[in-house]
């Protein structure tokens, strides 16, 4: 079966536009995270939806990051007024259990 | 505080060597644990999870990992190394007051020499 996709897989913006990140969980998953990996601070978490529970957004580092999760089903990562330090690769997960699935994730660079 | 420390950010073996990636958590109540890893270029993937069942878990690739308590340790091994194991590997775990979100140690990257 299918499972987590990430688009796009690569995305070069330059600093100061916005960012949207899409992922498609595995169908039935109804919870899904989205992580962070970079360089100097390796994986962290960002945010975690769980059904139509309200999202536990203590992860993300600062306003300019936000994520919805449509119809229980497919998330969006918004990254406004871009900057260098936002250069990741984003995953995303979706959960069956206590075990995630994880998707390619999209590689993001700020110039 | 660390939650989960991987020892050694490179670890380089010889091939049909023993692997050996080391893991500590930090967590007064034992949590859950994992090892994913990941090749150049792609996602994470599991290659064994502990949940309080059997101790010594046994996980793909011939991998294998024991829980330890008493050493509050997860280390990842494999009899005899691989090319095809050249990649980065990454304990995790899940906190009891987690929520289910994982906590990643730091890394590994294992390089098999031929």
């Known amino acids: 079966g299918a499972g987590v996709s990430q688009s796009p897989s690569n995305k070069v913006t330059e600093k100061g536009k916005d960012v949207e990140l899409r992922c498609d969980p595995i169908?039935?998953?109804?919870?899904l995270y989205w992580y962070r990996q970079s360089l100097g601070q390796g994986l962290e978490f960002l945010i975690y939806?769980?059904?139509?529970?309200?999202?536990?957004k203590s992860g993300l580092p600062s306003d300019r990051f936000s994520a919805e999760r449509t119809g229980g089903s497919v998330s969006t990562l918004t990254i406004q007024r871009t900057q260098q330090e936002d250069s990741a690769v984003y995953l995303c997960a979706s959960t069956q259990g206590n075990e995630q699935y994880f998707g390619p994730g999209t590689r993001l660079t700020v110039t | 505080a660390q939650s989960v420390t991987q020892l050694g950010s490179h670890v380089s073996v010889s091939e049909g060597a023993l692997v050996l990636l080391r893991c500590n958590y930090s967590s007064s109540v034992p949590p859950y644990l994992f090892w994913y890893v990941q090749y150049p270029n792609q996602g994470l993937q599991l290659l064994l999870k502990y949940t309080s069942a059997a101790t010594l878990v046994k996980g793909i690739n011939g991998f294998e990992a024991e829980f330890k308590k008493s050493e509050t340790s997860f280390h990842l091994t494999k009899p005899s190394a691989h090319m095809s194991d050249a990649a980065e590997y990454f304990c995790?775990?899940?906190?009891?007051?987690?929520?289910?979100?994982?906590?990643f140690g730091q890394g590994t990257i294992l390089t098999v020499h031929p």
């Open positions: 939806f769980q059904g139509n529970s309200a999202p536990d």
């Open positions: 995790a775990v899940i906190l009891p007051e987690g929520y289910g979100k994982l906590t």
């Open positions: 169908s039935g998953h109804t919870a």
